[in-house]
């Protein structure tokens, strides 16, 4: 046996017991007649000490102990003179008495620890190391923890959790699929699911009724920051059932998600946003609801005034940065330069200040009477001591920049600390979006979306106004799951097709055998996926999911400790029928 | 709200209650005055009662609902006159006052019953109903328990779950890989793992102690019988443990599966059986222990009495058929060709019948007196009325031949019941294979096996007697799981490569980042995966995984019903930078 307990477990309770450790040498201190040696393993660090008077051999060894060896160590558990309140095997230590090194290690190209001197790419190319890291490795537990919990309380509702395949057909639409050439098949592929969408509602028209999984999916895409080529989802579907038991199921799920792994209970029903309120108030179909700062629409009360930015402007919206109205010009001058950046492309700012003293100060002075900024205040319904911050300019993109300044501020009033948590739901999306460039509409979530009823006469008068039944959770700010109600009506599906501008042809093509099935009885049905690698990295208060995938890729999509993508060997090609070509020289 | 309750929860306490069921028409059964429809979802069938003179209309509707309609019915539950104890819904049938078809179908292509009148490939091609009859269904629904109890249970003696990447690199030992071309480097390739063996040995460098993961793997193989392109694994891994601590623990996970999926207690520790041995007396790496019949070597015995069959055999051994003395000539024939036949290959066989009244009588009298024979009956431990089979040969091939008869004797005595379950241990395989054509050793499981210590000396003198510290875990005489103790010794890892015939280049082209990684700091370490295909189906009592996968492919490794692998576009290929090869003519 190598062990009898790990580097995280004794206390003082176990003083006086004999106990064999293994782990890795965080660190020694030799201080002359002593040397304490920090052991690791994934459970804690446990002090290990020698003693030069009692056994000057073993305590010799010790000495020569490089950081990373991988050691066994014999001993008696001892209260430490010297306690580390900080850690739970703080209170003791083991006085060694036999040590044996299971194996050496070279000097790690960084040091493993919180604070490491190793750059990403070095940390990337030994990942093997840098998981050595505390919060590294705990991210990973996290990570698991929460797969745990997620199947818990699915298989606790009645959901089966079903494995879809990997290899599977390309679709048209959607982003780009990775594909594997077969050898068997020659000249024909499979692809890597974008996620498993119609397999999922194969398995409604199969009566599954209620089914998950978790679940790897696969987009060749050129990779943004914090992108993956491959990423995780929570998939769900349900059957026989309408949009609220849909929300009420998933905000069930996220509730004891949040209560089982950070302890925090969200008692109320969760808000449910229609996307136009979210737009029109918060500039975001993802809004931040850790704080308020609505938007409110001034294009009414400060038109007519001569300010030929206003008058001008298609939509002029201010929000209500409170208790701010002491900001320096300095400080007003950097939130000027903060809008205008082009990311967000603010033609400029104009605020209000509405002093403690009750008077009104606007870089609009001379346009506007006292009573007239009043009115402002008023609406934006400011008290004294509040700034009110104003974008003027084309709807859409002054809503958008005016969201950034949102966010910007509630950044600088420490609104949006990351252990505290706003989920809430999106709803009502529009079903179409027009391309201009293409001149005609495309499906916003797929082309089995159903709209919602009520909308349904919309459908051949004004497309473009029809809302669909879909969904999204979205919590601080980011967009963490979403869904919709399918069709299952095929005339329904028909005038889908028709305003997307497919043809017969076009829709069995691309979604044949998915439309062949739902001949055979599909029942109504709906369901949605979460982000499962941006659920686990919100959980944890961070922002990159890198950071809680154990072997994830670069922004050049590889994988730069096993070196892939890579060559393969000639004879792979003679057999798969393929041939790379020659890049072309210019 | 579309329904109040299943298809399979309403029973004589829910008498009187109105309910709101939906689900498919299974078969409706018109009696003129009355029409029953039976109604159908994942949880069972519950009958609805349609009743012509209380409600004519309803009844005609009723009348016109075909098989596989979706249906929603509102009605009352009533005690039934004639009931069904065959189900749990058989006392009860709701008699219906509201009938809304949610969906038609088209007459399926096959019967949706247990005794469904399509053939294999149709139902492949039309998955979708086929998942909808209860046995596969049921196989899902089974597969999604197990792995709820694995993750359960893994869990709860601290293995971690970690999701290991998909697009990984090429290996070249081991089968063959499916390649997927990158986009971002034209010319190389990702591969698809066909295991995560060396990322779970990476993730044991980086400290994570216990590992585990149910994951998918792929083999791009000539497809036999009832093997996937793609599978799963229950893949495992731990750190500072000896042979005996990783069985434990994984008899512990098999024994606590069998307890919650079939109620089966193994109270008594697995048998461990080296390797040798099984070979020596069941002629197979996994003995179907179900039940004895071991082989008894008579090879001494028998020799030196003119009877060249023997006499000129390397091998002679014999299995008991207690209490099959009676077998007649037609049945000892039938043996006969079994024994001959080409899979098997045996030139013939010999048998000794020990008469219930003492006597005995062989097929090879004329060279055996009755005292010679009852020297092999009493080597056999046979008794009056047993029979006794001899085969004779060349060692390997008839220990093979003896065991496929052995089996074939076993299920003609019903020793092989699929609800009886005998789980072992095969353990200490040999860790060389010597390749006739290729003039070298192979490694019998992966290069990284650790040779048992004791037999680490003959690495260098007789390697083929190196015994591995490798183990399966094998039940009813299916190899369910295996794995093996590593090599952590950089020391013994050179020694391997060497008899493996590796040039340090070699070793450092194919295995070089898990060879770079084994430089700081590798733990001692081991594992073992399972099939979990092939789990799941044992538990079941069946032989074919592909029962018990959702969407499997056929032995073309063809996706029937998505109709994968298939074309794809000219714009994929110039982004991909390939060309497929015109097919030769020839």
Same mark, same amino acid.
């Given at each position: 046996?190598? %062990? ?6 004794? !206390? ?8 064999i ?6 660190? #020694? ?23 030069m ?25 001892? *209260?430490?003179s ?17 040590? !044996? ?5 070279e ?6 620890e919180?604070?490491?001197?190793g ?5 990337m ?15 990973i ?14 298989? #606790? ?8 395949p ?9 982003a780009?699929?990775?594909?594997? /050439?077969?050898?068997?098949q020659? =000249?024909?592929?499979?692809?890597l699911?974008?996620? /498993? ?12 009724? $209620? ?23 929570i ?14 199921t998933?905000? &069930? ?5 949040? +209560? ?23 500039? #975001?179909?993802?809004?931040d ?7 409110? !629409? ?10 030929i930015?206003?008058?001008t @402007? *298609? ?7 409170? &208790? ?32 403690t003293?009750?008077?009104? +100060? ?11 900024? $009043? ?9 004294? =001591? ?10 859409? +993109?002054?809503?958008?920049?005016l969201?950034?300044?949102?966010? *910007? ?42 709209? $919602? ?11 473009? +106004?029809?809302?669909a039944? @879909? ?11 979403? &869904? ?7 005339e ?9 501008g ?19 009885g ?31 890729k670069?922004?050049s ?12 060997s ?10 790379? %070509?020659?890049p072309?020289?210019?």
């Amino acid at each position: 046996m190598y %062990r009898t307990h790990t580097c995280g477990e004794l !206390n003082m309770k176990d003083t006086g017991k004999d106990v064999i450790l293994c782990g890795w040498v965080q660190k #020694s201190r030799d201080l002359g007649g002593m040397t304490f040696v920090d052991l690791r393993d994934r459970y804690g660090i446990t002090q290990l000490v020698f003693n030069m008077d009692s056994n000057s051999d073993l305590c010799e060894k010790a000495r020569k102990l490089g950081r990373e060896f991988v050691i066994q160590a014999t001993g008696k558990v001892k *209260e430490r003179s010297n306690k580390n309140h900080k850690i739970p095997t703080g209170e003791i230590e083991i006085e060694v008495t036999e040590l !044996n090194i299971l194996n050496r290690s070279e000097i790690p190209p960084f040091t493993i620890e919180e604070d490491t001197d190793g750059g990403e790419e070095l940390r990337m190319k030994y990942r093997y190391l840098d998981l050595r890291r505390n919060s590294v490795k705990n991210n990973i537990i996290l990570r698991h923890q929460v797969a745990q919990e997620v199947r818990k309380y699915m298989d #606790s509702i009645g959901f089966i959790e079903v494995e879809t395949p990997v290899l599977v057909n390309s679709t048209p639409e959607g982003a780009r699929d990775f594909v594997v /050439p077969s050898r068997m098949q020659p =000249g024909t592929f499979y692809a890597l699911p974008q996620s /498993p969408q119609t397999l999922k509602q194969l398995l409604m028209v199969a009566g599954f009724d $209620k089914y998950f999984q978790i679940v790897k999916c696969f987009r060749d895409e050129d990779l943004r920051a914090d992108r993956q080529p491959e990423f995780t989802q929570i998939d769900c579907e349900m059957s026989f059932v309408e949009r609220d038991e849909i929300l009420d199921t998933f905000e &069930g799920l996220a509730k004891y998600i949040f +209560k089982q792994i950070k302890g925090i209970e969200f008692s109320e029903p969760l808000i449910k946003l229609p996307y136009q309120d979210a737009m029109e108030y918060y500039g #975001s179909d993802k809004p931040d609801l850790r704080f308020g700062m609505k938007f409110v !629409n001034l294009t009414d009360i400060v038109k007519g005034h001569d300010f030929i930015v206003f008058d001008t @402007a *298609e939509y002029i919206g201010g929000i209500n940065a409170e &208790g701010c109205a002491g900001y320096t010009r300095k400080q007003l001058d950097e939130l000027t330069e903060f809008v205008k950046k082009p990311q967000t492309g603010a033609k400029g700012l104009i605020y209000l200040r509405y002093n403690t003293d009750g008077t009104l +100060k606007s870089s609009v002075d001379k346009f506007y009477s006292a009573e007239e900024l $009043k009115k402002w205040a008023d609406a934006m319904n400011a008290k004294p =001591g509040d700034l009110i911050l104003i974008l003027a300019g084309e709807k859409k +993109k002054t809503l958008t920049a005016l969201s950034d300044l949102r966010l *910007e501020m509630g950044n600088r009033l420490g609104f949006r600390a990351k252990d505290k948590f706003f989920p809430l739901w999106v709803v009502d999306f529009p079903l179409l979006e027009w391309d201009e460039e293409a001149k005609r509409f495309f499906a916003m979530h797929h082309p089995f979306t159903s709209p $919602k009823p009520e909308d349904l006469p919309l459908m051949e008068t004004d497309p473009g +106004k029809v809302r669909a039944n @879909a969904y999204d959770l979205v919590i601080n700010g980011v967009e963490i799951g979403g &869904g919709s109600i399918r069709i299952h009506d095929s005339e329904i599906q028909k005038l889908m097709f028709k305003v997307l501008g497919f043809t017969d042809q076009d829709a069995i093509r691309q979604f044949g055998f998915l439309m062949n099935a739902f001949k055979y009885g599909a029942p109504p049905h709906g369901g949605m996926a979460f982000g499962f690698d941006r659920l686990v990295a919100m959980i944890a208060g961070q922002d990159s999911i890198r950071d809680f995938i154990a072997f994830p890729k670069n922004n050049s999509g590889k994988d730069v400790m096993l070196d892939a993508p890579g060559p393969i060997s000639g004879m792979q090609l003679d057999e798969l029928m393929i041939d790379i %070509r020659k890049p072309k020289k210019d």
